[in-house]
């Protein structure tokens, strides 16, 4: 059975960082697209991050470009979200995903909360 568990989240002030993790189980995702989604409440879930399998390429929202860093470790079969100089507007819910085609998931984490107060 795949899970992926996401840790990390918590209340941060406004310019700070938080680093979330998402650990992968069941199987390997060595050779999958992996990102982050997050939800805020009263909005739909949006995409933040992706990273590739073959040559870790990255994709990053606009909103976050700049800001935000994914990463990954294949021998961990874990997914890294660097979150740096982080706004309130960033508060939501963050979802890891897995096995991502065309930027739609195949596996969902079961979701962190990030709060920024200002």
């Known amino acids: 059975q795949v899970q992926l568990v996401e840790s990390g989240g918590g209340l941060v002030q406004a310019g700070g960082s938080l680093r979330l993790s998402c650990a992968a189980s069941?199987?390997?995702?060595?050779?999958?697209?992996m990102g982050w989604f997050r939800q805020a409440p009263g909005k739909e879930r949006e995409l933040v991050a992706t990273i590739g399998w073959s040559d870790g390429s990255t994709y990053y929202s606009d909103s976050v470009k700049g800001r935000f860093t994914i990463s990954r470790d294949n021998a961990k079969n874990t997914v890294y979200l660097q979150m740096n100089s982080l706004k309130p507007e960033d508060t939501a819910v963050y979802y890891c995903?897995?096995?991502?085609?065309?930027?739609?998931?195949?596996?969902w984490g079961q979701g962190t909360q990030v709060t920024v107060s200002s």
């Open positions: 069941g199987r390997t995702f060595s050779s999958s697209a």
């Open positions: 995903a897995a096995d991502l085609l065309k930027g739609v998931p195949k596996y």
